[in-house]
């Protein structure tokens, strides 16, 4: 058996992880894998420099920052839905305070793009909060702390039924955008044992978009997520930007990415090419 330790983030998004590793397929394969869930993209990436990794489930934005070591790679994208904002009822104001993972997050880029294009309210440095990753912002919401937020299923239905609305997603302010990637060290990303993990993540993805939505539902909640937020989680998992996102790590998408950053940091430039950052047998 190859050990692999895998970082992943907390929601709906590693489903096809849950449902590979509850139905047996990695020990099958001849994998043990352990998912470790971060609570923060500085964690994750913080695990990733020290070795902590083998794999990793993020936005492929912190491969464009420069600060990752061991020379990763982006060999498969994934969709875990919409990222879409969301706030207190009524107009945003000047004053108001959003919730981010990290100001220089690809999450927050998506927060400033939506409530400058969708809502006319562009947001200064100084009105954004850095909280944690996606539960933590949620759960910051009912504080009273932060006003709004980025989410992704099953937290955006959630945030909705608590009375924070949503205000806009990335598809409008940012269609081409690659939302989550497998990443690797380069030397490892040909090697057997990650094309067997990245066969059973297609695999497993196959078989939840075969099931629907009662099979996604049921593989989320025999991992634990409670019904309501499993059931929420499903409309998303099934849109546009959820399970039936093409696996390949393209050009274009990471082009998006770095659009993206581009735009609220104008003097910003990828450390490397980005053709580069992606890994082989992608479309590129």
Known sequence: MRQLTVGIFPGAGGVHLFHALDSGYFQQAGLEVNLVQVVSSDQQMAGWNDGDFDIMHSSPDHLLRGILKRDPVAVRAEGIGELAVHGRPGSPLPTDRWAVDNAQSAFAFVLRAVLADVADSPVTDSQLVPVGGTLQRFQALPTGAVDGTTLH?????????????????????????????????????????????????????????????????AALVRHGLPTAAARAAVPGLLGPAGLSTSPDVTLRGMEAVADLRRRFTPAWQPPCPLQSLIGPRQEG
């Open 153 to 217: 299923p099953p937290f955006d239905v959630l945030a909705t039924e608590k009375g924070y609305p949503r205000i806009g997603g990335h598809l409008k302010v940012a269609p081409d955008l690659i939302t989550n990637v497998v990443v690797t060290p380069r030397e490892t990303a040909d090697t057997w044992h990650t094309r067997v993990y990245l066969e059973v993540c297609r695999m497993s993805t196959a078989e939840l978009l075969t099931s629907g939505a009662q099979g996604i539902e």
